[in-house]
């Protein structure tokens, strides 16, 4: 079984940056894809990006690129997702979530394992 906690959400202004921080335990988790998704409220939870088992295999939503970065570090089993340039549309729960392949996907469903959950809110 995988536990995953994010953290590292909070309120901030539009332009700042947040950095949050998902924690996997039980497995070891460096061969995993690791995805982070959100939802905002009154809509369905979308995909924001993921990293393969290769820091180089990266994916992400249109509406971030180029704001957001993916990364990770196996050795603390924690991945990461540095938000800049916040805007208020970014206002969501976030998730982390955990795929046993090692390629990165979009696809939710892909997916086995999912945390709690982080609030982000950017206020205008």
């Known amino acids: 079984q995988v536990h995953l906690v994010e953290s590292g959400g909070g309120l901030v202004q539009a332009g700042d940056s947040l950095r949050l921080s998902c924690v996997g335990s039980?497995?070891?988790?460096?061969?995993?894809?690791m995805g982070w998704f959100r939802q905002a409220p009154g809509k369905e939870r979308e995909f924001v990006a993921a990293?393969?088992?290769?820091?180089?295999?990266?994916l992400y939503t249109d509406s971030v690129k180029g704001r957001f970065t993916v990364s990770r570090d196996s050795a603390k089993n924690t991945v990461y997702l540095q938000m800049n340039s916040l805007k208020p549309e970014d206002t969501a729960v976030y998730y982390c979530?955990?795929?046993?392949?090692?390629?990165?996907?979009?696809?939710?469903?892909?997916?086995?394992?999912w945390g709690q959950g982080t609030q982000v809110t950017v206020s205008s």
């Open positions: 979530a955990a795929d046993i392949n090692t390629e990165a996907t979009i696809w939710e469903y892909e997916y086995d394992y």
């Open positions: 039980g497995r070891t988790l460096y061969s995993w894809t």
């Open positions: 990293i393969g088992r290769s820091i180089h295999n990266t």
